[in-house]
């Protein structure tokens, strides 16, 4: 069964295995009530709740697997083309098996076909971890990181600040089997450590913490949903729209934001130095030059009207 699986996850599917379990009502109920008392805990609820239910996911009955096509939207390989080659380091947060999102990856343009790659995969041990993150670091630069979730868990534990020194070295991060929470978590470290602006993207409603956590959220309305559109800064309809999202309308807001602070500096000298030479002539008098008529022409000509031809200007 679990071969069966592997193949389809190789073929890029995303794969569920069906299974049933016949219990009785008594049984049932007893279940129940643990798993009521797992939901009232205050400290640790989504551990105790996670191993109420494992505690029934066993002894099942094989029914059978299923394999279903993730088809990718238009343009998406050459929008994070475009992403990486403006120097935006490009990060993957899925819940696919590691062999479904290594294709997605080649499909989607996160590795190319000069660039390796790197698989952490069932490792929990600290040791074993920092030595596998030690070999990626020789060859961090034309390399791209896949990490499941499960290392992931363990990694955070021992070697957290060391991983992200080194996972961002990469031109692509590719974290397989996390959570919503361990999107969220990815997020706030890189954005602790590195010291980077962060901008998170996502379609459903497990993208909505890792959108939140981001500087900036955008939303893509999908299939899945508006969750993640009604939680984001900026919502697009698909993938492709992200590129002049950011290179176009976010250099121009950018450009904008920087002449608008010169002059918004200039204005201010102005005023300073104007006071400040005649304050010194009249002895250091805290005697102000204009009075409350040249403040409000001031204020209408050189603040507003110079605003507006800026904005035409720019537009």
């Not at 959108?211 to 900026?234: N, R």
Request: glycine share 8%; hydrophobic share 45%.
């Amino acid at each position: 069964m679990l071969d069966e699986v592997e193949e389809l996850a190789k073929m890029g599917l995303r794969t569920l295995i069906i299974t049933q379990k016949y219990i009785t009502e008594k049984e049932f109920k007893e279940w129940f009530a643990q798993y009521e008392d797992a939901n009232a805990v205050l400290v640790n609820r989504d551990a105790a709740v996670r191993k109420v239910i494992e505690s029934l996911e066993n002894d099942m009955e094989f029914l059978g697997i299923t394999g279903v096509e993730d088809k990718l939207q238009e343009d998406v390989s050459s929008t994070i083309e475009s992403l990486r080659d403006a120097g935006l380091g490009v990060w993957m947060l899925t819940g696919d098996k590691v062999e479904t999102a290594f294709c997605i990856a080649i499909s989607a343009g996160f590795k190319s076909n000069k660039q390796g790659y790197f698989i952490m995969k069932d490792l929990e041990d600290p040791l074993e971890i920092q030595n596998q993150l030690t070999q990626f670091n020789n060859r961090a630069t034309n390399t791209v990181l896949f990490i499941d979730g499960g290392t992931l868990h363990y990694t955070f534990e021992s070697h957290k600040k060391y991983f992200f020194d080194v996972a961002c070295k990469a031109p692509a991060v590719v974290c397989c089997r996390v959570s919503p929470t361990q999107k969220a978590l990815i997020t706030e470290a890189i954005k602790e450590f590195q010291k980077k602006t962060v901008c998170g993207i996502g379609d459903g409603g497990n993208d909505v913490g890792m959108i939140q956590s981001a500087d900036v959220g955008v939303g893509i309305v999908g299939k899945e949903g508006k969750q993640a559109a009604l939680a984001a800064d900026y919502s697009v309809l698909k993938f492709k729209y992200i590129k002049p999202l950011l290179l176009w309308h976010g250099r121009n807001a950018y450009k904008r934001t920087a002449v608008m602070a010169q002059f918004v500096i200039h204005r201010g000298l102005i005023i300073t130095i104007i006071q400040a030479l005649f304050t010194s002539v009249f002895y250091y008098v805290a005697i102000p030059i204009y009075n409350g008529y040249l403040m409000l022409g001031y204020a209408t000509v050189y603040t507003m009207f110079p605003v507006f031809c800026l904005v035409r200007n720019l537009g």
